[in-house]
Nanobody, 126 residues
Framework: VQLVESGGGLVQTGGSLRLSCALS????????VGWFRQAPGKEREGVACFSLPDRVFYYGDPVKGRFAVSSDHAKNTVYLQMNSLKPEDTAVYYC????????????????????WGQGTQVTVSS
C-alpha cells in the first residue's frame, strides 16, 4: 500500500488549494481515511476523517465549513478542498489509512492508522 499526496504550495490568506492523495496497492473502501496536518512545533492533528463506503465524514473544528473531502474511485484518489485559508492552516498535510474512526469532542482521528503518505507542505501567507 502506498499513499502519495500532492497539491500543496504557497497561497495567500483567503485563497484555496486542493490536495490529492493517490492510493496504490489497495482501495480506499477497505479502510477509513484521514487527512492530518502538523505545523512546526505542534502536535499532529486530524483535519478530516471519513469512511467512504459508510458515507460518514468528520472535520476538525478549525476547518469546519472551509475544508471538504471528495473522492474519485476511478483514479483511486481522495481530495481535500481547502478554502478561505488562514496562516494558521500552514502545515505539512498527510493522508492516512486506518481501521475505524476515533471521534471525540474536539478531536477527529483514525484507529490503527498504519499507512501514511509522505506529506505535502501548505503555506499560507498573511
Amino acid at each position: 500500500v502506498q499513499l502519495v499526496e500532492s497539491g500543496g504550495g504557497l497561497v495567500q490568506t483567503g485563497g484555496s488549494l486542493r490536495l490529492s492523495c493517490a492510493l496504490s496497492g489497495g482501495t480506499f473502501d477497505d479502510y477509513t481515511v484521514g487527512w492530518f496536518r502538523q505545523a512546526p512545533g505542534k502536535e499532529r492533528e486530524g483535519v478530516a476523517c471519513f469512511s467512504l463506503p459508510d458515507r460518514v465524514f468528520y472535520y476538525g473544528d478549525p476547518v469546519k465549513g472551509r475544508f471538504a473531502v471528495s473522492s474519485d474511485h476511478a483514479k483511486n484518489t481522495v481530495y481535500l478542498q481547502m478554502n478561505s485559508l488562514k496562516p494558521e492552516d500552514t502545515a505539512v498535510y498527510y493522508c492516512a489509512l486506518g481501521y475505524g474512526l476515533h471521534i471525540e469532542p474536539g478531536l477527529v482521528g483514525l484507529n490503527d492508522a498504519r499507512h501514511w503518505g509522505q506529506g505535502t507542505q501548505v503555506t499560507v501567507s498573511s
